[in-house]
């Protein structure tokens, strides 16, 4: 019965390739948010959904593309990964944007 | 512009020994300013939030923080700490988007 749950856990690819990362929540929550976490464990906000609709997007390269198909899942497709695009990854949800619940987070390494 | 500031990267206490955590943020009103808790290999987990009302707000794990606005501070607080409170810390504080600041490491000698 995880609150906030993302997969894969891990995510090993080469460059150039495209992947996904899923999220699901069942908190009932109306907002959803993806952040980046750096190798310094500096977290940086990437997306946020409120009821399936983009309400922050940040200066994010237009590789990133989130898709909410619902209230309860936020997606995160990347294409032509990059380097420096390896990252822990973290799915968050809140009702009315207080307090944030995540996930565990995808530890994505592009080689 | 809206910030939150945690002063210290890493922080080391001995095991039983007590603990502050400093966060200073920069906001107009009186924000709203949340502390959570990363241990290795896993989420951010809320460990307290502060609202409103009484600037000593307890959390969870024997935790606690109090907010001062005369010194726009919110730090957290643990009389004794256990070697599993060694994790990364994080001061956050709501706007039109959670701003975090950039954690604080906790190491834990026995």
């Known amino acids: 019965d995880t609150a906030v749950s993302q997969t894969p856990k891990y995510l090993v690819t080469q460059m150039g390739n495209d992947k996904s990362i899923k999220c699901e929540q069942n908190?009932?929550?109306?907002?959803m948010y993806w952040y980046k976490q750096d190798s310094k464990k500096f977290l940086k906000i990437m997306f946020s959904?409120?009821?399936?609709?983009?309400?922050i997007n940040e200066t994010v390269p237009n590789r990133f593309s989130p898709k909410s198909p619902d209230k309860a899942h936020l997606n995160l497709h990347i294409n032509s990964l990059e380097l420096g695009d390896s990252a822990v990854y973290f799915c968050?949800?809140?009702?009315?944007?207080?307090?944030?619940?995540f996930g565990n987070g995808t530890r994505l390494t592009v080689t | 512009a809206q910030s939150v500031t945690q002063p210290d990267i890493h922080i080391t206490v001995s095991e039983g020994a007590s603990l502050e955590l400093r966060c200073n943020y920069s906001?107009?009103?009186?924000?709203?300013l949340f502390w959570y808790v990363q241990s290795p290999g896993q989420g951010l987990q809320l460990l307290l939030k502060?609202?409103?009302?009484?600037?000593l707000v307890q959390g969870i794990k024997g935790f606690e923080a109090e907010f001062k606005r005369s010194q726009s501070s919110f730090n957290l607080r643990k009389p004794s700490v256990h070697w599993s409170d060694a994790a990364e810390y994080f001061c956050?504080?709501?706007?039109?988007?959670?701003?975090f600041g950039k954690g604080t490491r906790l190491h834990i000698l026995p």
């Open positions: 968050a949800s809140s009702h009315s944007g207080l307090p944030l619940h």
């Open positions: 908190l009932g929550h109306d907002t």
């Open positions: 959904y409120n009821n399936k609709e983009l309400i």
């Open positions: 906001y107009g009103a009186t924000p709203y």
């Open positions: 502060y609202f409103s009302g009484d600037t």
């Open positions: 956050a504080a709501p706007r039109d988007k959670i701003i």
